[in-house]
């Protein structure tokens, strides 16, 4: 079971840090991933780190910008993004898999459900 929170409101140039906690299972058995969604687009990726975080991948449009991370001993992964720009807005969903690591949202089996990022100009 993953849990999303830290959303909320940011203006741009600001910056907000994302947790999602996982329970139920061993952690260090899951890649994990932060994937967004806008209102009337796709699921598209974030980022994605590998199950002991020594890989990661950012889509182009956050790279230099957020960071992602997990702790392993507290079961939980992170993002921290900053310079925020209007958009960013989205919600922002994490999601897991035992045996891909992956930038598409179809390789992940399972999800969060979602906390809302709304970065005003």
């Known amino acids: 079971q993953l849990q999303a929170s830290g959303g909320g409101l940011a203006q741009a140039g600001g910056s907000l840090r994302l947790s999602c906690a996982q329970s139920?299972?061993?952690?260090?058995?899951?890649?994990m991933g932060w994937f967004r969604q806008a209102p009337g687009n796709e699921r598209d990726f974030v980022a994605t780190?590998?199950?002991?975080?020594?890989?990661?991948y950012y889509a182009d449009s956050v790279k230099g910008r957020f960071t992602i991370s997990r702790d392993n001993a507290k079961n939980t992964m992170y993002l921290q993004m900053n310079s925020l720009k209007p958009e960013d807005t989205a919600v922002y969903y994490c999601?897991?898999?035992?045996?891909?690591?992956?930038?598409?949202?179809?390789?992940?089996?399972?999800w969060g459900q979602g906390t809302l990022v709304t970065v005003s100009s």
């Open positions: 139920g299972d061993t952690f260090t058995n899951y890649a």
């Open positions: 999601a897991a898999d035992r045996f891909k690591f992956s930038t598409f949202a179809t390789d992940y089996h399972h």
């Open positions: 780190i590998s199950w002991y975080g020594e890989t990661k």
